[in-house]
T-cell receptor
Framework: EPEVTQTPSHQVTQMGQEVILRCVPISNHLYFYWYRQILGQKVEFLVSFYNNEISEKSEIFDDQFSVERPDGSNFTLKIRSTKLEDSAMYFC??????????FGNGTRLTVT | AQSVTQLGSHVSVSEGALVLLRCNYSSSVPPYLFWYVQYPNQGLQLLLK??????LVKGINGFEAEFKKSETSFHLTKPSAHMSDAAEYFCAVSRYTGGGNKLTFGTGTQLKVEL
């Protein structure tokens, strides 16, 4: 069964550094998403992406965050200047129109 | 706005016992409802979904859930728990927009299965 893949599985970075989290969505899906889960808290929506543009974003997704689909297969989340509170598990997901989301295994981001 | 409330952050059952994980939702539009499971160090795996039609939906691993509009509930059940069911379970509600299917998750319920 096709799956969403995320790399790396664990990223450690220093406060103020830029990080890029990478995702390869399922190939025939057109909708892409990032969610995050701070340790012990609920999974939160960050952003959805369709037709090469952001379709919706949450209040968490401020100017420090950006997403990009640089080619036909990858979908990336960039955090420009990481803060301690950005430490979380970041999940990428993809879907067809109106269909359930398929999630990757996540990237655990640790900001020190 | 949509929201989900999961009653009980931790549920413990004996192997072979009934599993009941509670979920109540709030939605101003007809909801799509989902249950996802998260095993340790893994992503979120879809267990089952309700969109329209039959209110009792069956999912993987013997789980099922019933959509009850009058009670705004979507509780997850399994007749007989297995050790391998130990995981965290998330209920989620969504609405489809032209830009995708945004999910709002509950806080999760950690299921422990004891011998």
């Amino acid at each position: 069964e096709p799956e969403v893949t995320q790399t790396p599985s664990h990223q450690v970075t220093q406060m103020g550094q830029e990080v890029i989290l990478r995702c390869v969505p399922i190939s025939n899906h057109l909708y892409f998403y990032w969610y995050r889960q701070i340790l012990g808290q609920k999974v939160e929506f960050l952003v959805s992406f369709y037709n090469n543009e952001i379709s919706e974003k949450s209040e968490i997704f401020d100017d420090q965050f950006s997403v990009e689909r640089p080619d036909g297969s990858n979908f990336t989340l960039k955090i420009r200047s990481t803060k301690l509170e950005d430490s979380a598990m970041y999940f990428c997901a993809s879907s067809e129109a109106g269909a359930p989301l398929h999630f990757g295994n996540g990237t655990r981001l640790t900001v020190t | 706005a949509q929201s989900v409330t999961q009653l009980g952050s931790h549920v413990s059952v004996s192997e072979g016992a009934l599993v009941l994980l509670r979920c109540n939702y709030s939605s101003s539009v007809p909801p799509y409802l989902f249950w996802y499971v998260q095993y340790p160090n893994q992503g979120l795996q879809l267990l089952l979904k309700y969109t329209t039609g039959a209110t009792l939906v069956k999912g993987i691993n013997g789980f099922e859930a019933e959509f009850k509009k009058s009670e705004t509930s979507f509780h997850l059940t399994k007749p007989s728990a297995h050790m391998s069911d130990a995981a965290e379970y998330f209920c989620a509600v969504s609405r489809y927009t032209g830009g995708g299917n945004k999910l709002t998750f509950g806080t999760g319920t950690q299921l422990k299965v004891e011998l």
